[in-house]
Nanobody
Framework: QVHLVESGGGLVQPGGSLRLSCVVSESLFSIYRMGWYRQAPGKERELVARASRDASTYYADSVKGRFTISRDHGKNTVFLQMNSLRPEDTAVYYC????????WGQGTQVIVSS
């Protein structure tokens, strides 16, 4: 079972930036698609970005142009660079495979507020 450890969240003002990290317990070479998901209070968890082993990416419309996902195979780590943050980006962010496995990490809280 893959273990996932997210970090990098925090409190940031609107317009600010954060970089999230997700350390994966097995080689990223063996995982075709990795994604970042988020769950805001009272809402369903949603996929916001995914990166495939062939370097293709996908972004939800709500984050397109502001977020960038990347994979570092040498470090077995997936990153999410988040720029121009908005209050509606406030959520707990998780990484997981796409489609997701049943094993989720603890997530990392992002709060965008002035």
């Amino acid at each position: 079972q893959v273990h996932l450890v997210e970090s990098g969240g925090g409190l940031v003002q609107p317009g600010g930036s954060l970089r999230l990290s997700c350390v994966v317990s097995e080689s990223l070479f063996s995982i075709y698609r990795m994604g970042w998901y988020r769950q805001a209070p009272g809402k369903e968890r949603e996929l916001v970005a995914r990166a495939s082993r062939d370097a293709s990416t996908y972004y939800a419309d709500s984050v397109k142009g502001r977020f960038t996902i990347s994979r570092d195979h040498g470090k077995n780590t997936v990153f999410l660079q988040m720029n121009s943050l908005r209050p509606e980006d406030t959520a707990v962010y998780y990484c997981n495979m796409v489609p997701s496995s049943t094993s989720w990490g603890q997530g990392t809280q992002v709060i965008v507020s002035s």
